[in-house]
């Protein structure tokens, strides 16, 4: 049954959280990580966030394309007292993805194979989360994730069932569409055609023109000539979008995970094999991962249950304009 979600009637936000510091985990020092491209891998760096009182068992949280595992920057909206991540009363992980530039072992920290950077995968990804939860004493952990954090939780499911209570995920496939995919492809072949910055501006200038919808432009970038004279607003944006992606993040990583998340691709036999509640949300004018794709995929799990969310700005709602989401998972993550 799908039920909708919209803005209920809240009380202000609570008081943002203490900013914790970034922590950092070395795995694999002893016994190497053998990723799924044959390569054998040791000492991986992971950087990480934690938020409450240390317990066996957290929720985790699983970062986006270009997020990091400082959650209270980037989902103010879920991470607080009284939010689905209530620090007061969750011990809450996020760490920064094999593969990323947030602190956590990149692509030129790894191995090469066959003089190129080693090809990912999120299963990868999901093995050295766990080594970090290993390290930290948890045992068991419900699972919240967008975007790429949603793929990267079906990971979790296929790859650490014994240790996954329940999991939300939001905005996201099991598998990437070949629409998917080929957007990722025009933004790679954007950076190896430009590599050293102008190649990721674009990249990102494409994936930003999926992240959101054109009724989401339409309301938001309509003007012509408000930040350059006679220049339209959308182009200004997406440029502006671009440089701030190119000041902060590596191409290389842009490159790896986005290749992860193409490889991607589950079986339905191995979703049907899937036995943890999961509440899968789609975005009603998601144009990167329409609702009825996200919707098809909680059907094929035993114990999905599909929830939408009703909101103009297409993928990136997740992030911007939220509405009754964060109530909605906090719901189920606890088993309301």
Known sequence: MTALISRPDLLPPPAPERCPPQQTARLFRETPLLLDCGQVVQDVQVAYHTYGTPSDHA???????TGTSAVHEWWPDFLGEGRPLDPTRDYIVCANVLGGCAGSTGPAELPRVNGEDPPLTLRDMAR????????L???????IGASMGGMLAYAWLLECPDLVDRAVII?????HSPWAIGLN?????AIRAAPGGEGLKVARQIAMLSYRSPESFALTQSGWGTRRPGTPDITTYLEHQGEKLSARFCE???????????????????????RVPVLVVGISSDVLYPPAEVRTYAGLLPRGEYQELHSPHG???FLIDPQGLPEAAAAFLHGA
């Open 59 to 65: 929720i985790l949280v699983l970062h986006a394309l």
């Open 128 to 135: 050295v989360g766990r080594a970090l939860l290993e390290e």
């Open 137 to 143: 004493g948890v045992r068991r952990v419900s699972i």
């Open 171 to 175: 905005g996201a496939p099991a598998r």
């Open 185 to 189: 492809t025009a933004a790679r072949n």
């Open 252 to 274: 290389r990583s842009y490159l790896a995970l986005t290749g992860a998340m193409d490889r991607f691709q589950p079986t339905d036999a191995e979703l049907r094999s899937i």
């Open 315 to 317: 993928h990136d709602a």
